[in-house]
């Protein structure tokens, strides 16, 4: 099963975002797949403004993982786009992954063996200057019942 949202704009985004953060506990992965520029970063910083987190957000690009632990619950922020030749055990993902806090990894697709069973994944597809095609799939139980709840609100 999987939902498709259209963001006509940011405010769109925002809306998501904050959603899916009432939704999510400790040990839940989002995966955020899209292009340069589609909004992968934009919805995090709306996403962890939701969790608490007044930190400013910031690509993790360079330094591939960043922690934030001001919320009620730390929130791992990864991009795993430098990661396509070695994957994620050369930074300790599998420890992220199974830790106690929220991992979003951006560009998941080059970390894909390293998953878990349980995540919920975001296809974020630019489609004019502000809006964005979003399709949202779960796998796992996990990932099914992030789903399930954000099509009561979004589908």
Known sequence: ????????????????????????????????EGDLGAGKTTFTKYFAK?????????????TIIREYEEGPVPLYHMDAYRLEETGGESVGLEDYLNGDGITIIEWPQ?????????????????????????????????????LMQLSKDFA
């Open 1 to 32: 099963m999987a939902i498709t949202i259209n963001w006509a704009s940011e405010e769109d985004t925002s809306r998501f975002a904050t959603a899916l953060a009432t939704m999510v506990s400790a040990g839940d992965i989002i995966c955020l």
């Open 50 to 62: 939701a969790l608490g987190i007044e930190q400013a957000i910031k690509s993790p690009t360079y």
């Open 110 to 146: 080059y970390v894909l063996e390293n998953l878990p069973e349980d995540y919920l994944w975001i296809k974020i597809e630019s489609t004019g200057l502000t809006s964005r095609q979003v399709t949202v799939t779960g796998e796992g139980i996990t990932g099914q019942d992030l």
